[in-house]
């Protein structure tokens, strides 16, 4: 049913847009890396934080006097801290969208597709004004979340890059793992921590 519903003028004009959202982006983020032989592995790391309830309060206060969403103010700070530390004036990154189509809630499966997110940070630019150009980007790519990346970025491809490690290696999302506890009657369902590692494949 997913398939069927994209078109194939759907899918050229979401080619085309894409083709055009990254054109002249770079695709990598140049992030630092240290040197030293003993602190070149690229090993995933998580870095767990937690929002107070003022500071939420005062985050939701922030996106809603700017027409946005949660989601896009913590982004904007993302980007800004891509943009800073790999000293890129623009960024790309990607962020997970769920196509699981209506009606399928009840299906076990990975309903996953990725979007970019682009941003430009100028030495003048404020947290409102990205949050505000993140917003309005979000609602000119809406309409092509169903187009496959991967269609469109590959090695010798229209836009010629390596997918895993352009826009694929910088990623953000959220997630609600570990922090309520499953509830599956009459099951003992119990917390089981499986830390990340160099084996862990995103």
Request: proline share 5%; net charge negative.
């Amino acid at each position: 049913r997913l398939r069927a519903s994209v078109k194939p003028e759907r899918k050229q004009r979401a080619r085309a847009f894409w083709k055009q959202f990254l054109a002249h982006a770079p695709l990598t983020v140049e992030l630092p890396r240290a040197s030293h032989p003993e602190l070149e592995s690229r090993a995933a790391e998580s870095i767990f934080f937690d929002f107070d309830e003022e500071l939420a309060r005062a985050t939701r206060s922030f996106a809603s006097a700017h027409d946005s969403t949660l989601f896009i103010v913590l982004s904007a700070m993302f980007c800004f801290l891509l943009a800073s530390y790999a000293e890129q004036e623009v960024v790309v990154a990607s962020y997970p969208l769920d196509m699981r189509p209506h009606g399928f809630d009840h299906l076990v499966g990975c309903f996953v597709n990725l979007a970019l997110m682009k941003a430009t940070v100028r030495p003048h630019t404020t947290l409102g004004t990205l949050v505000g150009e993140l917003t309005q980007q979000r609602r000119q790519v809406r309409p092509h979340w169903h187009f496959s990346l991967r269609d469109l970025v590959h090695v010798g491809g229209e836009i010629d890059a390596d997918i895993e490690k352009s826009y694929f290696s910088v990623f953000f999302g959220e997630t609600y793992l570990n922090t309520r506890p499953l509830q599956l009657d009459p099951l003992d369902v119990r917390y089981v921590n499986l830390p990340w590692s160099d084996e862990f494949d995103r």
